[in-house]
């Protein structure tokens, strides 16, 4: 991770708001784009309200920048239809990179889901997939795609499945040994460190861990 300003999209969300606040805590600056206000007093956080329909007019907001975050996310539940979770997980994401490519942008991380496969039949592990491929495509100088088990964290929307699991993590973590840790649960906190100090770290595209995010946040 670089020294200077961080872009954080998708701020208001679980991972983007951990995100952002330990950018701040580290006397980072950070931009902080999102479709509503971010609960954030902090002077080195500004908070830019967007239109991802028209993210070529917020294109100012990518200049000057030196790593970006992608925590954009949604449910089928929440977008209404899979047309509308595809928008969000990847066209906005997409646009986002590209934004983030034509300001000059070095480093840009994404967070997926573990599984994610554009083959997949499973819709949202495909979908995942799919933004993965895209943007590994794109000529950054380093691309980090962080793939998280289920995320342990206080979410404003508690949805049930993830209310059961998070009861449950610490007995079924432990069962997940060798090669199915990386379906490991992992605390939201966590995996923000783990974001911040692998941004940067390696050059051309690099995917992360459940054991990646655990070591990459003791740095």
């Given at each position: 991770?670089?020294?200077?300003?961080?872009?954080?999209?998708?701020?208001?969300?679980?991972?983007?708001?951990?995100?952002?606040?330990?950018?701040?805590?580290?006397?980072?600056?950070?931009?902080?784009?999102?479709?509503?206000?971010?609960?954030?007093?902090?002077?080195?956080?500004?908070?830019?309200?967007?239109?991802?329909?028209?993210l070529d007019e917020y294109k100012e907001h990518f200049k000057e920048v030196s790593d970006v975050y992608i925590c954009l996310g949604t449910t089928i539940s929440k977008a209404g239809s899979q047309e509308a979770f595809e928008k969000v997980d990847i066209e906005y994401c997409l646009e986002t990179a590209k934004q983030a490519l034509n300001a000059g942008v070095k480093n840009l991380s994404l967070i997926t889901s573990i599984g994610a496969d554009s083959s997949s039949s499973n819709f949202y592990l495909k979908t995942k997939g799919i933004i993965e491929d895209k943007i590994s495509q794109l000529d950054f100088q380093s691309i980090s795609i962080h793939r998280p088990g289920l995320l342990i964290g206080?979410?404003?929307?508690?949805?049930?499945?993830?209310?059961?699991?998070?009861?449950?993590?610490?007995?079924?973590?432990?069962?997940?040994?060798?090669n199915l840790s990386k379906f490991r649960s992992i605390k939201v906190e966590?995996?923000?460190?783990?974001?911040?100090?692998?941004?940067?770290?390696?050059?051309?595209?690099?995917?992360?861990?459940?054991?990646?995010?655990?070591?990459?946040?003791?740095v």
């Open positions: 991770m670089s020294s200077q300003r961080s872009l954080v999209v998708g701020s208001t969300g679980l991972v983007g708001e951990a995100v952002v606040n330990l950018l701040a805590s580290k006397e980072i600056p950070v931009r902080a784009l999102s479709r509503t206000d971010l609960n954030s007093s902090n002077p080195l956080v500004e908070n830019i309200k967007v239109n991802f329909d028209r206080a979410r404003k929307e508690m949805r049930f499945a993830e209310l059961i699991g998070q009861k449950i993590h610490p007995a079924v973590n432990l069962l997940l040994l060798g966590i995996l923000a460190k783990a974001m911040i100090n692998c941004s940067g770290l390696e050059t051309g595209t690099k995917h992360y861990y459940y054991n990646d995010f655990v070591q990459k946040s003791r």
